[in-house]
């Protein structure tokens, strides 16, 4: 029904840059809160930014002033920029989405779910 497809992850050096991507597709109506999340082995999933509907942002405080996370509705698409990047960003960053579903007979929506991508690596060499 949704899918979401994670991209631009990789190797990078402490100090460095990279931007992942996340796009959706499938029967969507509307794409309201958009995220992006990062695990470790052995450990939880933590937000590390999020955007709303209108643009309203959140970030973890490690991440401020580093990360940005931006949203192109008319693309279903919303990406991470993160700068200045240390080993600690080391993990599989996920995005996640709280999608409103269309109908599979009309353009009527449905109900609301949250959907995750596979997840990308990111590594960060010291």
């Known amino acids: 029904q949704v899918q979401l497809v994670e991209s631009g992850g990789g190797l990078v050096q402490a100090g460095g840059s990279l931007t992942l991507s996340c796009a959706a597709s499938?029967?969507?109506?509307?794409?309201?809160?958009m995220g992006w999340y990062r695990q470790v082995p052995g450990k939880q999933r933590d937000l590390v930014a999020t955007?709303?509907?209108?643009?309203?942002?959140n970030y973890a405080d490690s991440v401020k002033g580093r990360f940005a996370i931006s949203r192109d509705n008319a693309k279903s698409m919303w990406y991470l920029q993160m700068n200045s990047l240390k080993p600690e960003d080391i993990g599989v960053y996920y995005c996640?989405?709280?999608?409103?579903?269309?109908?599979?007979?009309?353009?009527?929506?449905?109900?609301?779910?949250?959907?995750w991508g596979q997840g990308t690596q990111v590594t960060v060499s010291s």
């Open positions: 499938g029967r969507i109506f509307s794409i309201n809160a």
């Open positions: 955007i709303t509907s209108s643009g309203t942002t």
């Open positions: 996640n989405a709280h999608i409103t579903l269309k109908s599979a007979y009309s353009d009527s929506p449905t109900y609301q779910a949250a959907f």
